[in-house]
């Protein structure tokens, strides 16, 4: 497993396509597995695999509202966005 070090140099767009993958591969692990066990912990202090995906849902609703609350404040600081009247860079291009 990458570590969160490890994962933070990576480039952007490998991170977005690491994501992009994240819905299937959850998915796929789940896949065919009871109710029954899918919601049973392995360890007391451990998460039932029900339980990560519900986590996972539910940080997902929140870094998206997160994020686009990020651009429309803050369009020129988002790393690898081109928004509207900015250069490739992201930076505010220059007025005419």
């Known amino acids: 497993m990458t570590t969160r070090m490890a994962y933070a140099q990576q480039s952007v767009a ?3 396509e690491r994501m992009e993958r994240t819905a299937a591969d959850v998915a ?3 896949r065919g597995r009871s109710d ?3 919601g049973r912990r392995p360890a007391p202090m451990s998460w ?4 990560v995906v519900c986590h996972l849902r539910d940080i997902e609703e929140l870094f998206l509202l997160r994020f686009r609350t990020m651009l ?3 369009p020129a600081r988002a ?3 081109t928004a509207p ?3 490739t860079r992201g930076a505010a291009a220059p007025a005419p």
């Open 14 to 16: 490998r991170c977005l």
């Open 28 to 30: 796929a692990a789940i």
């Open 36 to 38: 029954e066990l899918l």
């Open 48 to 51: 039932a695999a029900k339980e």
């Open 72 to 74: 429309a404040s803050h």
């Open 79 to 81: 790393p690898g966005v």
């Open 85 to 87: 009247g900015s250069d």
